[in-house]
Nanobody, 116 residues
Framework: QVQLVESGGGLVQAGGSLELSCVVH????????MAWYRQPPGKQRELVCE???????NCADSAKGRFTISRDNARNTMYLQLNNLKPEDTAVYYC??????????WGQGTQVTVSS
């Protein structure tokens, strides 16, 4: 059973930074595409950034210039560096991954709260 486990969330003041991590447990399964999603309070889940196994990335306009997605395939880990955080970035951040037959997996989420 593949498990995605996020960490690194917390409470930070506006303008601050956080680094989120997502570890893929069950290393026998190769995870191809990965992504970070977030769900602000009372809103729908939305894509933040995505990354292929080869390292190609794409981020939502709200994340460009502030957030950086990366991954270390040898460590089965994906990262999201959050800089210049704003109160509107407050959300539960979820890790997502899909394997080579497009089975998708979600993490349990980690809370990011940005105070003004």
């Amino acid at each position: 059973q593949v498990q995605l486990v996020e960490s690194g969330g917390g409470l930070v003041q506006a303008g601050g930074s956080l680094e989120l991590s997502c570890v893929v447990h069950e290393s026998a399964r190769i995870i191809n595409n990965m992504a970070w999603y977030r769900q602000p309070p009372g809103k729908q889940r939305e894509l933040v950034c995505e990354i292929t196994r080869s390292g190609s990335t794409n981020c939502a306009d709200s994340a460009k210039g502030r957030f950086t997605i990366s991954r270390d395939n040898a460590r089965n880990t994906m990262y999201l560096q959050l800089n210049n955080l704003k109160p509107e970035d407050t959300a539960v951040y979820y890790c997502w991954g899909s394997d080579w037959v497009n089975v998708a997996y979600w993490g349990q989420g980690t809370q990011v709260t940005v105070s003004s």
